[in-house]
């Protein structure tokens, strides 16, 4: 079953290099979005040096490595799962020999794979010819970073999983998933880092699985998290990927009993 897992990993990979065309536009768009936010908040910072506790250079990499970070754990599974549930699909699922909520993380997976490989990385490289980007020379910031960065994929298509599911239930959840991947982006962290929110609203975000996707490996990446207090933010991770086993486990078991399809 272990060796099924990896050839859907490696079936996603390679259906993902079918779509050159976008591989190579989102390489462009992606590096337009990181200069568009380098000069707004350049502009933001003007004559100060310290803002939210980062400096205008832990700013310029917190933002690069946040959205080719993004191209990473973004996958679009959600809409995936309820297309599948809205066309009855997803009734053969429940007779094949394996996990449907395994299958389709290892489907993201493939996904995220390739745009690390193929995006992430050589627009990184991009981005640090055209912005003032600080890389970190600790080998062992990249690799918690690293680490950081799996478990914010796995987050991710946690909630994406759960959100998408949710079809069994509402039959149409389309603006479940757009108010979802708004509230993503923004609590993240990817639009605004955590700490220029407010005192209540950065308490009340403590309290949210987003900072774990976005903020937290941005933190370490730039330097804002060091020493000890980057194992915590680490295990604030892993106990939310634990956590959100559980929505998880009960939804998919209660939509197994709700499955109809629309239309015949």
Known sequence: MFSAYLDIIRIRFLMMLAYRVNYYSGIIIYALNIGAYYFLWKAIYGTKELLGGMTVTQMTTYVAVSWMARAFYFNNLD????????????????????????????????????????F??????????????????????????????????????QINIITGLFAFFLENNEGMMRMKRVTVDLFSGLVVP???????????????????????????????????????????????????????????????????????
């Open 79 to 118: 809409r995936e799962i309820a297309s599948e549930i809205k066309d009855g699909s997803v009734a053969i699922q429940f007779i094949r020999p394996y996990n449907y909520i395994v299958v389709k993380m290892m489907q993201g997976l493939g996904e995220g794979l390739f745009r690390f490989f193929l």
């Open 194 to 264: 955590m700490s220029f929110f407010p005192g209540w609203a950065q308490d009340l975000m403590n309290l949210l699985p987003f900072p774990a996707i976005t903020y937290l490996p941005g933190s370490v990446f730039t330097g804002k998290v060091a020493g000890s207090a980057v194992y915590n933010v680490f295990a604030v991770q892993m106990i939310w990927f634990v956590l959100l086993i559980v929505p998880l486990y009960v939804l998919w078991r209660g939509a197994r009993t709700r499955l109809f399809v629309q239309g015949g």
């Open 120 to 157: 992430s990385v050589p627009g990184m490289v991009i981005v640090a010819f055209l912005f003032p980007v600080q890389l970190p020379s600790d080998p062992l910031t990249w690799l918690i970073f690293l680490a950081m960065l799996f478990f914010s994929f796995l987050i991710n298509t």
